[in-house]
């Protein structure tokens, strides 16, 4: 049971991401903002991160702070965004983001990133 933490403005697709998580056999937490997502991931420590890119304060930021810290460098971390155009892609590895989905993220999909958490 790996321990996923969903990073996500929206709170109904929070909820959502949550449930399905957690239908996986997962943990999941909730987090609304790059703020509250990085002292998050300090405190609980994830096995991975699913991040919108569209946050206040910006998904990029959140991939940044984490990459520069010694805590939370290691945390495996995929980028989520409505815009999964070439250069969203890149711009989500650049910032420390292992990988970037396109939403809506289907569950085959989702299911294959949480199993190998």
Do not use: Q, Y
Not at 29 to 34: E, F, M, Q
Not at 42 to 62: H, I, R, T, Y
Not at 65 to 84: E, P, T, W
């Amino acid at each position: 049971m790996s321990r996923i933490l969903i990073v996500e403005d929206n709170e109904d697709v929070a909820d959502v991401f949550a449930e399905l998580v957690e239908m996986l056999g997962h943990r999941s937490a909730i987090a609304h903002d790059v703020e509250r997502g990085l002292a998050l991931a300090a405190s609980w420590k994830p096995d991975l991160v699913l991040c919108d890119l569209g946050l206040p304060g910006d998904g990029l930021e959140f991939a940044r702070a984490c990459k520069l810290s010694a805590a939370l460098r290691d945390i495996r971390l995929v980028a989520m965004s409505g815009r999964d155009r070439p250069e969203d892609r890149e711009a989500a590895l650049d910032a420390g983001f292992d990988k970037l989905i396109g939403k809506p993220v289907d569950f085959a999909t989702l299911k294959t990133i949480c199993a190998a958490a």
